[in-house]
Nanobody
Framework: QRQLVESGGGLVQPGGSLRLSCAAS????????MGWFRQAPGKEREGVAC????????NYADSVQGRFTISRDFANNMWYLQMSDLKAEDTAVYYC???????????????WGQGTQVTVSS
């Protein structure tokens, strides 16, 4: 059974940092691209960052470029989203997802985690 489980969300002050983790099980190593998405109340789910199946290609939404970094640990089948200089508008539920192509389009992803809440507030 293929499963993704996120962790690392929480409450952080503006300007702070947080690292999200995604643990994958049941997936062949380096077979899938992996993305991070987020959804704020009343808004559509948006792609934040993605990393290719070999880990050498990445893509970021303009809103997080230069502040967020996506990475993956092939040996442990983990993915990460390092978030820095967080802003109130980054508040959302964050999801990791596995898909067949490097993309920030949710329609390209087949498997999703349950989500982890990130709240940026003073």
């Amino acid at each position: 059974q293929r499963q993704l489980v996120e962790s690392g969300g929480g409450l952080v002050q503006p300007g702070g940092s947080l690292r999200l983790s995604c643990a994958a099980s049941g997936f062949p190593q380096d077979y899938y691209a992996m993305g991070w998405f987020r959804q704020a109340p009343g808004k559509e789910r948006e792609g934040v960052a993605c990393i290719g199946r070999h880990g050498s290609s990445t893509n970021y939404a303009d809103s997080v470029q230069g502040r967020f970094t996506i990475s993956r640990d092939f040996a442990n089948n983990m993915w990460y989203l390092q978030m820095s200089d967080l802003k109130a508008e980054d508040t959302a539920v964050y999801y990791c997802a596995a898909g067949v192509r490097l993309s920030l389009d949710a329609r390209d992803y087949d498997y999703w985690g349950q989500g982890t809440q990130v709240t940026v507030s003073s």
